[in-house]
């Protein structure tokens, strides 16, 4: 039976790539039955009735999912922070950095809007918070879609991989996957006075051809939660802590009250920036003070 992966799903419709056929597929109804949705990024086995049209009849093994945005199989995440307009926030990059880490995904943090910084000490901030996430680890790009800087240096990152673009409403995703691929013209939005914050002008899911790879501009969303992580999987999901944890005295160690601590010591001597640590403390008091799952 032929097999291929679904690149968008709209209105009950899966459209799946085979090669380079797109066949128009619906699920079989034992997927309602059975609870299974099929997400795009999903590698499917189908039947097709034509060359255009066809069944959905199995859905293969995922190695990942992501919830929202609802798109499963993805390599990397270019997570676009926009340095102004809206701020540039750690704590909500935070965030979005511990989901992409839970779901072992490869993070690449996009610091967009860079020509719109309107003076020198907030350059020097932005560059400083650059440095800190570099290193952790963290591949930093900083772009502008005006001048075209930095968009040289995301194009080969996209090669042979399935790669979701997301952050905050109005950091400009759309205007950076424009400036990529000129021949999508998606729509972009600017962002109102009064809130602070861009308009949803992205409707659905879809991977879009980019080069040798192939990418998904998502939603934008201001808020997540961790319903899926465990208080003890929080250290996991912070790189520069999961490397220091070995060293601590205690074994499951949650970097809280703990006596010799490698994490404390390390936030204490400044190789973990404070703020870093803190997002850490509240993430995994959310994590606890969540309502128990049955």
């Known amino acids: 039976m032929p097999q291929g992966k679904i690149i968008k799903a709209l209105s009950g419709f899966y459209y799946v790539l085979d090669n ?8 079989r109804g034992v997927f309602r039955k059975n609870k299974v949705t099929p997400l795009v990024g999903d590698e499917v086995i189908y039947q097709a009735e034509n060359h ?10 995922r190695k990942n999912e992501l919830v929202r945005p609802p798109i499963s199989n993805v390599d990397q995440a270019i997570l676009v ?8 926030s750690t704590l909500l990059l935070d965030r979005f950095l511990v989901l992409i ?3 072992d995904i490869k993070p690449v943090i996009c610091i967009s809007k860079m020509d719109l910084i309107p003076n020198d000490a907030l350059r020097l901030e932005i560059l400083q918070f650059a440095r800190d996430y570099e290193t952790m680890g963290y591949e930093v790009l900083l772009t502008s879609t005006a001048t075209k800087n930095g968009i040289e240096s995301l194009t080969p990152l996209l090669d042979n991989k399935i790669s979701v673009f997301a952050g905050q409403s109005g950091v400009g995703k759309s205007s950076l996957l424009n400036a990529l691929m000129p021949e999508l013209e998606l729509k972009t939005s600017v962002i109102s006075s009064h809130l602070g914050r861009g308009k949803h002008t992205t409707r659905h899911v879809e991977l879009i051809p980019a ?3 192939l990418v998904a501009d998502t939603p934008g969303f201001s808020s997540l939660d961790f319903t ?4 003890e999987e929080l250290t996991y999901c912070f790189p520069e802590m999961k490397e220091l944890s070995q060293d601590c005295k205690f074994r499951g160690c949650t970097h809280v009250s703990e006596p010799k601590c490698a994490v404390k010591d390390a936030v204490q001597k400044g190789s973990i920036p404070k703020y870093r640590y803190e997002h850490y403390l509240s993430f995994l008091a959310e994590i606890k003070d969540r309502k128990p799952r049955y």
């Open 20 to 27: 380079s056929e797109l066949i128009q597929c619906r699920g």
């Open 52 to 61: 255009k049209e066809g069944y959905i009849l199995d859905v293969l093994e």
């Open 81 to 88: 922070f926009s340095a102004v307009e809206p701020a540039f």
């Open 101 to 103: 880490e839970a779901n």
């Open 211 to 213: 080069g040798d790879g």
């Open 228 to 231: 899926e992580i465990e208080a």
